[in-house]
C-alpha cells in the first residue's frame, strides 16, 4: 500500500510540473495577447483623440468665423432695411437685396467653410446667397421646427444659435430651400427687432458639410466611420451621409471612442470595426498556439528527467517531517539521493530539528527556573486583606478608647485604599470615580476642617459612562497643596458634561497663576517629568495620552476667578 502512494505521488508531481509549464505558457501568452490588443485599442483611442480635439478647435473656429460675420452684417444698414421692410420705391428694394446678394456673396468668398447665408422675416420674406452662385428671394413659408429654432435663437441673443440642417424642415419652394439641400450645420441670430418672434428678422449662415467633415473626418481609418451627435444623441454630421439623423447607439462590434466637445452639448464619435483592427493580432495568436505545443513537449521531457532528481530527495523529507509531526524529534541524517538543493534542504531541515530539541531544552530549564522565583515572590506577596484587617483593628482599638474621630478616619481611609488595591483595570464608571472622590474628600475635610467648599456640578445620566480611574483625585489633591493660606475658604468646583466627548473643568479660586508659571507646568505635564510639584497633574496628562492618544487633552489656565484645569477625552 506504501509503494503505491509514491508512485501516486510521483504521478502527481510529473502531472503537477506538465500542468505548471502549460499554465505558465497560457498565462504568459494571455498576458501578452491581452497586453498588444490594448496596446492596438489605447493607441486606436490617442490618435482618435488627439484628432478629435485639433477638429474641435477647426469646428469651433468655423462656428467663430461664421457668426463674426453674422454679427459684423448684423450692424450693416442693410439688415436694418430689410427687416423694417420700408422703402422709397420698388427700385430702391430691389438695390437693397441686390446688395444683400453681393454681400453674401463677399462673405462665401471671404469663408470658404460657409456654403450661404440668408436673411428671412417671419413674415416670410427671405434673400438668400449660396456657394453654388444661386441667389434667390421670395416667401418662406415657415414649418414649427423652424419656428422652434427662431425661438432659440430670441432666447439666445446675442449669441448665435447652431443646429444641423436635416433638424430643420424647409419646405422645398422655399427660398431658404436651397441653403440647406445639402448637409449643413445652421447658425441662426436674431436682429432684434422686435419682441415678437414672428416679426423680427433674423440672419442665417450655412456651414458646408464637406468642411465640417474635414474638421474630424481625419479620425478615420480601418473601416471607421465617424460622426458628430447633438445633445439628442442624434447623428447631425457624419463620413457616411447615410447615418444622418439616426439615434447613435453603442455597439459591441465597434471601438466606441467618445469625445465631449467643450462649448456645445455635442459630441465626437468614432467607430472602429474591431474585426478590422484585431486582424493583426491572428498572426500572433497562432504562433502562441505553436508555441505552447513545442513547449508543452519539451517541458514533458525536461519534466520526466528532473521529477527523478526531485522524487528521492523530497520523499526522504516528507518521511522526516511525518516523524516530527508525531513528536518524535530523533531523527537521522539523510544520506544524499537527488539535486543538491534538495540534498541541503534536507540537512538543513536535519539541523534545524536538531536545534528545536536544544531550543525545547533550554525552554524547559528556563521555565523550572521561573517557576522558582514565582513561588519566591509570593513569599513575599503583601496581601491587600491583611492590610484591610489591620486597619479593622486598629479601628476597633480607637472605638475601645472612645476615639471616635480616630476610627472614623480610619473608616474613610479603607474606603480610599480598598478601591485602589482591589481593582487593576485603567478605566471604571463615573459613579465610582465620584464615590472614591467623595470618600478622598471626606478624608481632606478630616485634615483641613470647614476651611474648604467642593461643588459638584454633574450632567444627569454619565453615572454609568466609562472614565479612566483616578483622573479627578491628582487635580483635586493640587487644589489643597497650591490652594492659598490656611485662613481662606478653598473652593473648589469640580463640572462634568458629555457632548461628543468628555468635557472636564475643575476650578480652584483659592490661586491665581502667571503667564511664566502656567507654561513652566504645562511644559513640566508635556514632559512627562516625574519629579516636581505637579506630578499628579503630569500622570494624569499621561493616562489621558496612553488611553486615547490624540482625542484627549490635559491643559491649564488662568484668570481672575481662580486657576482651571481641563480634562477631555
Known sequence: MREKRKVNWKIRLLLSILGGTLLVIILLFGITYGYFVNKLTVNNEKIVQMTFKEAERDLKEMMETGANQLNIFYNDSLAWKFSTDQYVNAV???????KIVEKFDEMIVFNTDAYGFAIFNGDGRTVVSTAERKSQTGITVLSDSMKKFMKESKENYPYVSWKAGNEIQIFQRSPLYHLINRPVLLGIKSLEEDDDYMKDSYLLIALDEESVQKSYGQAGYNGSESVLVNEDNEIISATDEGMLGQIYEQED?????TYDISYKGWKLVNMIPKATYLRETKSLRNFGIVLAILALLG???V???WSKKYTNPIQILMEQMESVGREQLDIVKPEKAGLPEL????????????KLKDYIRKLQEVEQEKAREELLALQYQINPHFLYNSLNSIRWMALMTNNMKVADSLVTLSKVIMPILRNPDFTWELKNELEFLKNYMDM?????????DYQLECEENLEEEIIPRFI???VIENCFVHGGSNTEIRKIFLRIKKRDKFYIEVQNTGVHLSEEKLDEITQGMHMQEKTGNHIGLSNVYKRIKFLYEETGDVSITSDETGVFVHITF
Request: aromatic share 12%; no cysteine; proline share 2%.
Open 472 to 474: 479627578l483625585q491628582p
Open 92 to 98: 430702391e428694394k430691389s438695390i437693397v437685396i441686390r
Open 253 to 257: 462590434e465597434y471601438q466606441n471612442i
Open 299 to 301: 517541458g514533458s521531457l
Open 343 to 354: 540534498d541541503h534542504l534536507n540537512e538543513e531541515f536535519y539541523y534545524t530539528v536538531q
Open 303 to 305: 519534466a520526466v528527467h
Open 444 to 452: 481632606m475635610e478630616i485634615r483641613y476642617g470647614n476651611s474648604m
